[in-house]
């Protein structure tokens, strides 16, 4: 087939939706099939990006067709890039959705290419309701979800959403697959070198854009309890601030974690990831809210114990008391269970049942659902 896919990729960061849209365009082509991707021109403007920088220097991935063209808040660009997609005549175009910032852009796009009659529309949504929701969001949705011919969610909260706004949208639920695209894992000692961190440590990692749903605050609040201090636990944030510093360095000097926590706040390149998940005991995901997290499929490639709260999709990936722990979004209890890990020295343990547990989150069965949901449509399903 021939297939594009809308959404963000190199030269953008895109924090893990550029990496997953790049890995699923090589699993897309291992199976035979020619795929290009549409990226941004302009992803955000300035003035609404909360990061540093919204590109990364690092080079592009070798073998895939990349075209930097959809500009976010231009609809004259929409309406090109949707004659030109149409006249393509792609078999088989993908979308991401994940907010609904982008809603009326990719809402337009793929409204003029269904116009050609041939090319099936399959969107892959991260969320539907978005984590901090504003007015007129679920209309937003509602305007993309139109031109699309079937859903791939990776939560049940997100298939559940989708249920409600869409309800006769063809769809299925599968899980986010593995981040496989970071490396190997290293030996614990030689990734603590490489990061000047002790080889005697106790080290928790918490990983990714730092936003307010993801719950920072609510580690570093558990990272108060006299319990981690006594084990001498140490927290290594990695991860750019989408939220306000003030707000988590205020915590830390409240309660004067400074020796406890090691901030790596810049963002972190490619070839960077694999070092923090090496060098750590375990990933804590603290979250206030989620659908699903790419964190938790980067921890299953490095086989990595998890740490999550019971919110939206975490539980249905991170299975309690299987790869890690499910406690509810509050820092005694999240305390609780980093004491337990530690005392019941369960890393081992943890460890085994990830490297069980992680085969079925394979990008082949991955792809397979995509086509699914292709093959319904054509059949009238």
Known sequence: MRIVILGSAHPLRGGGIASFN?????????????????????????????????????????????????????????????????????????????????????????????????????????????????????????????????????????????????????????????????????????????????????????????????????????????RLRDMRVRLLVVGEYYDRAAHYQAIIDKYELQSQIILQTDFVPNDKVAQYFSASDCVVLPYRSATQSGITQVAYHFSLPMIATNVGGLPEIVKDGVVGFVVEPDPRMIADALVRFYDEKREQDFVRHIEAEKRKYNWTTFVNEIFSIVNDKNSGG
């Open 22 to 226: 790049e890995r699923l365009a090589y699993a897309l082509q291992e199976q035979g099939h020619q795929v290009d991707i549409y990226s941004f021109s302009l992803q955000y403007p300035h003035v609404l990006f909360p990061g540093k920088s919204q590109y990364t220097e690092e080079p592009a991935p070798v073998g895939l067709s990349i075209f930097s063209k959809v500009n976010s808040i231009n609809p004259f660009n929409w309406i090109k890039v949707g004659r030109e997609l149409k006249k393509a005549e792609y078999d088989l175009l993908i979308v991401r959705y994940w907010m609904p910032f982008f809603a009326l852009c990719l809402g337009t796009i793929q409204r003029i290419v269904h116009k050609n009659k041939k090319t099936k529309i399959v969107c892959i949504a991260d969320n539907i309701v978005p984590h901090e929701r504003r007015w007129g969001d679920i209309n937003l949705t509602r305007y993309f979800l139109h031109a699309v011919d079937g859903c791939i969610t990776m939560s049940k909260a997100v298939l559940e959403n989708l249920k409600q706004i869409a309800p006769g949208m063809p769809a299925r639920c599968t899980p986010h697959p593995l981040y496989d695209n970071y490396g190997e894992k290293l030996e614990k000692s030689e990734a603590r070198t490489l990061l000047n961190l002790s080889p005697d440590e106790k080290i928790i990692l918490f990983f990714g854009f730092i936003r307010r749903y993801k719950g920072l605050d609510l580690l570093l609040e558990a990272m108060h309890d006299p």
